[in-house]
Nanobody, 129 residues
Framework: QVRLVESGGGLVQAGASLNLSCAAS?????????????VAWFRQAPGKGREFVVG???????QYAESVQGRFFISRDNDHETLALQMNSLKPEDTAVYYC??????????????????WGQGTQVTVSS
């Protein structure tokens, strides 16, 4: 099992930036370490479903949701087993709990939450207008 711990959430004003981090440890069910996993950020606003934000495959292929394209940037550090999300020009509609997710055995970036089997506990991001 891969353990994921998010950090960096908080309360900011619209237009501000915020950086999230996800620290990983352990191996996937198939024995893969972090550097061979697809990892992604999802978010869930109150009363809504879990929404794909951005992900990066183990071969560094990235995929962004249209709503964050050009504002959010994902990066991974395989040596330190961390995933980062730089969020710029934040909007009130970005308010949500942000989750880090991981899965192995894929070269693509899955975009639905059911395709991931490892999750963090989430970190709250609140953007005031």
């Amino acid at each position: 099992q891969v353990r994921l711990v998010e950090s960096g959430g908080g309360l900011v004003q619209a237009g501000a930036s915020l950086n999230l981090s996800c620290a990983a440890s352990g191996r996937s069910e198939s024995g893969l370490t972090f550097r061979y996993l697809a990892v992604a950020w999802f978010r869930q606003a109150p009363g809504k479903g879990r929404e794909f934000v951005v992900g990066i495959s183990w071969i560094d292929r990235t995929q962004y949701a249209e709503s964050v394209q050009g504002r959010f940037f994902i990066s991974r550090d395989n040596d330190h087993e961390t995933l980062a999300l730089q969020m710029n020009s934040l909007k009130p509609e970005d308010t949500a709990v942000y989750y880090c997710a991981a899965r192995g055995d894929t070269v693509i970036v899955p975009t639905t939450h059911t395709e991931y089997d490892n999750w963090g506990q989430g970190t709250q991001v609140t953007v005031s207008s």
